[in-house]
């Protein structure tokens, strides 16, 4: 099926065609409002949401409310005239078309006079993020212009940082996309030293990046399935890193067999077939591994399963249709200067074959210590700290959080955040008095009522998704246990605690899932036993590793408090599901060669034909997600830094090392119960010549030297 879309340059013109013809088809398709799809949250199994599920009947359910907060510019105490000056803000504001307290109500002051606090509620509801946006950045302008220069007024509060954080976003999808096209375009020009080579899998990894967002956009109301925009951020990156691995592998085998066949479709025909296996087995672990998420609690997993898998998808479909059609039609040219002629002697893999010389000579000695520096690496992880506080969200601090931290300095942390708890109307009194025994509860305020339940606002002294906050609002929910009064605990910081509830239930079932996922598609892929279960243990020491070294990084030079909790989770799917790849592509080039040379002859000779090729995917895949640490937010920051590092040490360390030291050490144990040399398996384990790939250069076999095992 696949070699016949390159049988002559008709079928790939062909090919081409109908690739245009269906990706044109579908851009064509509008998407639709995705009205009332849930975006972000939890199930509604956790009390949190099923609060906001409730407050969505309540009479104020869509009013935005914000902070205005006001101290002085030199940080000392509010003067009278300075109260003066906060009642023009105010003032200012209410004209402006807020709704704030009367002019003849004094502001509320802290304590220590060195914060002035004005509540207000804005025009806009909040299902209308774009208006609210708008709202609270032409308001933060008015604020400022009534203040002088005496003054400080800023805003937050809940209106002020959803605006902040989408204003994050905006203009994300095109910074990351320029910034992943530039990435890539230099390490191709560098990988094949040619002025226009890059060019075409530039184009299709490109033209299926901004494909798979349209689709995700198209499907999204029809799924139910919401789509943040942080996940269409790393669906970016993901499918421009997944689909130039692809690439890089076709194209690298190609180049071999142009070497050995006077025809191009020939040898683009051997290439599609060799390696449609191993970027079908990676591409669709990948798939199934994101697949996983959407029997998350966690609403925003959800959405990024489905959208990076619809964009996986696409990219095998790009690599296996699109790409070598596109290459045959442009013909040897196409690698000018260094045009790949039949004979010619190979000219990679030298440096690899020397390393898996070194190690096949010693492989405990060499693989052990690799194994010790990778453990040590992955004990900082003992001592992580889990959960950011919502201050501590951005890389760099917004307004909202910038007047929250003002704010802070004379009222309760916990005033920009207020719990939310819902009681029955009829217990309000014993609630209200119940919550103000809580120990760090500063005021209790009773609000709106809907359907027998009253709403309560509670402002406490803990920011949210502190230690001491989340320990607080444990308290609260077994005092409203123990009570009859039907009461709910919500609000941001009661979501920060159902979120870590959830993010240990997703964090299980993702991980128990992509691991036995793993393990099924190595052992259908190589029909062994061994070496899929050695290829998963790589696979989760890559990941400790990756995430010990990370945390100290995160922690000392980086001066974050914390992993967040997206991080780890988030960080494990990616570096699981890409890693084996790397794995994939070698494995399965190694048993490839030990049907006719034997299984440690057959890893030398693909360690030299795929040591090069593998190499630069790794260091494309770990460049493009650094990318997402140009977005100021932190757990962007640190998936991208924790990615990269993890893609590194398994493309540099395990599976140049670890995993050709295992199979030098099983010889074709490795792959029991199967046994791909046959007659060669007798005697591979007592000498490894160095032979040449027979998929690969043959012409070069039996240069250099291994001594005797």
Do not use: C
Request: net charge negative.
């Amino acid at each position: 099926m696949f070699a016949g879309i390159v049988r002559s340059a008709k079928t790939a013109a062909a090919t081409l065609i109908t690739g245009a013809v269906v990706i044109g088809g579908a851009f064509a398709i509008p998407a639709q409002d995705t009205g009332e799809v849930a975006v972000g949250g939890l199930s509604d199994k956790y009390q949190s949401a099923e609060v906001e599920q409730l407050l969505e009947d309540f009479p104020d359910a869509q009013d935005a409310t914000a902070l205005i907060v006001v101290s002085r510019a030199d940080g000392g105490e509010l003067a009278q005239e300075d109260l003066a000056t906060v009642g023009d803000i105010t003032t200012a504001a209410a004209e402006f078309g807020v709704e704030a307290p009367p002019a003849q109500v004094p502001p509320i002051v802290s304590e220590n006079n060195l914060v002035a606090l004005v509540p207000v509620t804005l025009q806009a509801t909040t299902d209308n993020g774009d208006a609210v946006e708008e709202e609270v950045a032409e308001l933060r302008e008015v604020i400022s212009e009534a203040s002088g220069e005496e003054l400080t007024a800023e805003l937050t509060g809940g209106a002020a940082f959803s605006a902040d954080l989408a204003g994050v976003f905006a203009g994300a999808n095109f910074t990351l996309l320029l910034f992943t096209a530039i990435i890539v375009a230099v390490l191709l020009i560098v990988t094949y030293r040619s002025p226009w080579l890059w060019l075409v899998p530039l184009a299709i990894v490109a033209t299926i990046e901004q494909l798979a967002l349209h689709v995700v956009e198209v499907l999204e109301p029809l799924t139910g399935i919401g789509v943040d925009p942080s996940a269409v951020g790393i669906t970016s990156v993901l499918v421009f890193g997944a689909a130039t691995n692809y690439a890089l592998l076709l194209i690298a085998r190609y180049r071999e067999e142009l070497r050995r066949n006077d025809s191009v479709y020939e040898a683009m025909g051997i290439a599609l077939t060799r390696t449609r296996e191993a970027i079908i087995a990676s591409g669709g672990t990948v798939v199934l591994a994101l697949l996983t998420l959407l029997f998350t609690d966690t609403l925003s997993y959800r959405g990024l399963g489905f959208s990076a898998a619809t964009g996986v998808v696409l990219a095998m479909a790009g690599a296996l249709f699109l790409l070598p059609a596109a290459m045959v039609l442009f013909g040897r040219r196409l690698f000018w200067p260094f045009v790949p002629k039949v004979g010619d002697p190979s000219r990679e893999g030298k440096f690899w074959g020397r390393l898996g010389e070194a190690t096949f000579k010693r492989p405990k000695i060499i693989a052990g210590s690799a194994l010790v520096v990778l453990i040590a690496m992955g004990a900082a992880l003992f001592n992580v700290q889990i959960g950011l506080s919502e201050n501590e969200q951005f890389t760099e601090k917004p307004q909202a959080v910038t007047a929250a931290e003002t704010l802070a300095e004379g009222f309760p942390a916990g005033s920009t955040t207020p719990l939310t708890v819902l009681v029955d109307s009829g217990s309000v009194d014993t609630a209200v008095g119940d919550l103000q025994s809580v120990d760090g509860v500063d005021s209790v305020s009773p609000g709106s009522e809907h359907d027998g339940r009253t709403q309560l606002s509670v402002i406490t002294g803990y920011e949210a998704g502190t230690d001491e906050a989340n320990a607080q609002i444990k308290e609260m929910r077994e005092v409203l246990a123990d009570g009859e009064y039907g009461g709910l605990v919500g609000g941001e910081a009661a979501e920060r605690v159902d979120q870590l509830a959830a993010n240990q239930h997703d964090m299980t079932l993702v991980v128990s899932a992509v691991v036995i996922l793993i393990f099924l598609v190595l052992v259908a892929l190589l029909r062994a036993l061994v070496a899929p279960v050695l290829l998963v243990v790589t696979v989760l020491l890559t990941n400790f590793s990756a995430a010990g070294l990370s945390w100290l990084l995160f922690k000392y030079v980086l001066d974050f408090p914390a992993m967040d909790t997206l991080t780890l989770l988030y960080a494990f799917l990616f570096l699981s599901a890409l890693g084996v790849d790397y794995n994939i592509f070698l494995v399965t080039r190694a048993k490839e060669n030990a049907r006719t040379m034997g299984t440690p002859k057959g890893m030398l000779a693909a360690l030299r034909s795929t040591g090069g090729v593998i190499t630069s995917a790794g260091i494309l895949l770990a460049a493009v997600f650094v990318v997402l640490g140009v977005l100021p937010l932190v757990t962007l920051t640190q998936v991208g830094i924790l990615v990269a590092i993890g893609v590194l040490l398994d493309t540099l360390v395990v599976r140049t090392v670890i995993v050709p030291a295992l199979t030098f050490l099983l010889g074709e144990k490795f792959w029991w119960p199967s046994n791909p040399a046959g007659k060669h398996g007798r005697h591979s384990s007592e000498q490894a010549e160095p032979e040449q790939d027979p998929a690969g250069e043959r012409e070069t076999a039996g240069q250099g030297g291994i001594a005797r095992g």
